[in-house]
């Protein structure tokens, strides 16, 4: 069965710091990678998805991740945060094929302090 | 593009309620979901629908969440009787075909069971 996790449930950084947050999943073929993005009181957000090509994808607002097969993981990063960063970011996978399941990591709640 | 529409957006209801939260995906998409929100376990989807068929339901928790999706532009989640446990923010996503598709969600129903 699919699941994802991510280590990091509270980080706190200052503004121009830079990010990393972890996801790991555990699937044993072909995945969809996403990173969702909530801000307070606001609906999921697509960030930025892989699904083949360049390990290495580029979302909106300066973030990227890195798909990095031989460890499982999917790496959120932005060199330079900002306070409007604040907010909750969720890994996502989805195995290949047909299915359309979406599993979601238990999420990383982000705090810039300006 | 309206987006996802959920309705209410906000409920609250007392122990033993019926309580049904409704949900517009975008049109043309063909698969939904339905995904509860807490902050003990994240977000776990519920169950999703391709073509209006339930095809996961393993994550409805019990026998008094049920859901159905009459026809492609509509789909209710139903909980009777409701408990203070059933609390959490349900939302709604839906989505265009299969893999790498994105979810596009909606703005959750805030539930309150007092």
């Known amino acids: 069965a699919q699941s994802v996790s991510q280590h990091n449930h509270h980080v706190i950084l200052s503004e121009a710091a830079s990010l990393e947050l972890g996801c790991n999943y555990s699937?044993?073929?072909?995945?969809?990678l996403f990173w969702y993005v909530q801000y307070p009181g606001q609906h999921l957000q697509l960030l930025l998805k892989?699904?083949?090509?360049?390990?290495l994808v580029k979302g909106i607002k300066g973030f990227e991740a890195e798909f990095i097969k031989s460890k499982f993981s999917f790496n959120l990063r932005k060199p330079s945060v900002q306070w409007s960063d604040t907010a909750e970011y969720f890994c996502a996978v989805k195995g290949g094929g047909a299915t359309n399941k979406l599993i979601f990591g238990t999420g990383t709640l982000l705090a810039v302090q300006p | 593009d309206a987006g996802v529409i959920q309705s209410p957006r906000h409920e609250v209801t007392e122990m033993g309620q019926e309580v049904t939260l409704r949900c517009k995906p975008i049109s043309g998409h063909n698969s939904l979901f339905w995904y509860r929100q807490t902050m003990m376990r994240g977000l776990e989807l519920l169950i999703y629908?391709?073509?209006?068929?339930?095809?996961?339901d393993s994550g409805m928790p019990e026998d008094r969440f049920s859901a159905k999706m009459p026809n492609a532009s509509f789909s209710t989640l139903k909980i009777q009787p409701s408990e203070p446990r059933d609390s959490a923010v349900y939302f709604c996503a839906s989505s265009l075909g299969t893999g790498h598709t994105p979810l596009h969600f909606g703005n959750g129903t805030r539930l309150t069971v007092t």
């Open positions: 892989y699904f083949s090509g360049d390990p």
């Open positions: 629908f391709n073509n209006n068929v339930p095809i996961d």
């Open positions: 699937y044993g073929g072909t995945v969809n």
